[in-house]
Every structure is written in C-alpha cells, then in structure tokens.
C-alpha cells in the first residue's frame, strides 16, 4: 500500500515517514479494509466514497502506530512557521527575505537553517510542495486543462509548469495524467 497526504491533512513533512515495511498482525483485515476503501473510490457513487473514507481511516489507523519515524535531525523549530506559511499559501508569490522575516533570521540564516532541515533550499521546498499538488490535482480532477491547473497553482505560465513538472517527475504533465487515468 502507498499513501500520500496533503499537508493539511495532520501528518507533516516533519513527520518523515521513510518508505517502509511493515508487519501487521492482522494484515488480512487490513488488505479487506484497504480493497474496500479503494472499490468505493472507484465506484463513483457519493455515497460509498464517502464509506470509504471510513475504510481508508480505519487502514491508516492500523498502520500508523507501527510505523519508524526517520532517524536524524528534527526540524528546527525555528523554521516551521515558514513550513507551515508555504503549505498554506503554495499558489502565492512567496519570497525567502519574507520568509526568513517571519522567522526572525537573516536571509543567508534561514537558508542556512532551512536547508539543514528539510535538505533542500526553501524555493526547492516550495516546488516540491507544488508540484505534488499538481500530481494531485492531475490524477483527481480530469475535467481540468493543464494550463487551468497551473494557474489554479499560481505558477506565472504553463510553460514554465511543464517544465518544472518535467524536471522534478520525469514526465510532461499530459503523460503523467494519461498514466493515471488508464489505471
């Protein structure tokens, strides 16, 4: 099983869940629960996709309590009203001076700390967080064009989505979505 969260969903980037096996003692219950949750999905009727979220909570409650936390640092709590500043307003022009400001650091300090933390610059983190919202919205939302997901996002031109979606996926946004469809 794969699950992937929003970052307003409770469980974080600071929560560093690593990929990870995991035994369950009752792992029959949870392939039931978990093909139930996606059969609902699947199915289209409100109704049970709903039920399904039930199904995906009570999976999730299973798993949870026997997952490691990545070993290493904590994040620096000095950063994470900036993390939670980017979650929140990803479609936004965002600039590190402001960012480092809320924090109360120099630029070249809070990039310093930053980077330490989280293993990339905070416009790298930005672009992370963008584009797996992108990924999301791909996959979930057919009906929308590439470009109207780029500008939903905030990004300045789908040109430049395409690219930076290429870089950081491998594929263009067009091939990634038909992928995922066909599934």
């Given at each position: 099983?794969?699950?992937?969260?929003?970052?307003?969903?409770?469980?974080?980037?600071?929560?560093?869940?690593?990929?990870?096996?995991?035994?369950?003692?009752?792992?029959?219950?949870?392939?039931?629960?978990?093909?139930?949750?996606?059969?609902?999905?699947?199915?289209?009727?409100?109704?049970?996709?709903?039920?399904?979220?039930?199904?995906?909570?009570?999976?999730?409650?299973?798993?949870?309590?026997?997952?490691?936390?990545?070993?290493?640092?904590?994040?620096?709590?000095?950063?994470?009203?900036?993390?939670?500043?980017?979650?929140?307003?990803?479609?936004?022009?965002?600039?590190?001076?402001a960012l480092a400001q809320?924090?109360?650091?120099?630029?070249?300090?809070?990039?310093?700390?930053?980077?330490?933390?989280?293993?990339?610059?905070?416009?790298?983190?930005?672009?992370?967080?963008?584009?797996?919202?992108?990924?999301?919205?791909?996959?979930?939302?057919?009906?929308?064009?590439?470009?109207?997901?780029?500008?939903?996002?905030?990004?300045?031109?789908?040109?430049?989505?395409?690219?930076?979606?290429?870089?950081?996926?491998?594929?263009?946004?067009?091939?990634?979505?038909?992928?995922?469809?066909?599934?």
């Open positions: 099983m794969h699950f992937a969260f929003e970052p307003t969903c409770g469980i974080s980037e600071r929560d560093r869940f690593l990929l990870q096996r995991v035994r369950l003692p009752d792992v029959e219950k949870l392939t039931e629960l978990y093909t139930d949750c996606y059969n609902a999905y699947k199915s289209g009727e409100t109704t049970r996709q709903m039920a399904s979220l039930g199904a995906f909570f009570s999976c999730l409650g299973m798993v949870l309590p026997h997952l490691q936390r990545k070993s290493g640092k904590p994040i620096d709590t000095r950063i994470e009203q900036a993390l939670e500043y980017v979650n929140l307003h990803l479609s936004e022009p965002i600039s590190v001076s809320m924090c109360g650091m120099s630029v070249p300090n809070f990039h310093l700390h930053f980077k330490r933390s989280m293993g990339m610059s905070p416009i790298e983190y930005k672009n992370h967080v963008l584009i797996r919202r992108t990924m999301q919205l791909l996959k979930g939302e057919p009906q929308l064009s590439i470009e109207q997901i780029s500008e939903i996002c905030g990004f300045e031109s789908s040109a430049y989505f395409r690219r930076l979606f290429k870089k950081h996926v491998g594929t263009s946004p067009r091939e990634y979505r038909r992928s995922h469809l066909d599934m």
